[in-house]
């Protein structure tokens, strides 16, 4: 059983700062890409940021120059650093990563997801 936890979300003001961070841990044998998703009210879910196991990134243009994701493989943990962060940005964020499941070889492959975190930007 593999699961991810996300932490860091609340409420900032405009031109504030958050970092989220999602943690999966179960019998993990590598993991593959890296994302965050946001969901506003009312709204489709959109993906925000990603990053492959080799460290490539993309961003939503929306939030290109403001955020920044990263990832820790050691920790099985990826971040979304958030700056200049505006009301727009308010949202319900989540991770998800592509998962091997295993222990001594993989098993399985599936894509996991948090259980979201909300942010919000208001004055």
């Known amino acids: 059983q593999v699961q991810l936890v996300e932490s860091g979300g609340g409420l900032v003001q405009p031109g504030g700062s958050l970092r989220l961070s999602c943690v999966a841990s179960?019998?993990?044998?590598?993991?593959?890409?890296m994302g965050w998703y946001r969901q506003a009210a009312g709204k489709e879910r959109v993906l925000v940021a990603a990053?492959?196991?080799?460290?490539?990134?993309n961003y939503e243009d929306s939030v290109k120059g403001r955020f920044t994701i990263s990832r820790d493989n050691a920790k099985n943990t990826v971040y979304l650093q958030m700056n200049s962060l505006k009301p727009e940005d308010t949202a319900v964020y989540s991770c998800?990563?592509?998962?091997?499941?295993?222990?001594?070889?993989?098993?399985?492959?599936?894509?996991?997801w948090g259980q979201g975190t909300q942010v919000t930007v208001s004055s």
């Open positions: 990053i492959t196991s080799g460290g490539t990134t």
């Open positions: 998800s990563m592509g998962i091997y499941s295993g222990i001594k070889y993989p098993s399985t492959f599936a894509n996991y």
């Open positions: 179960g019998r993990i044998f590598s993991i593959n890409a």
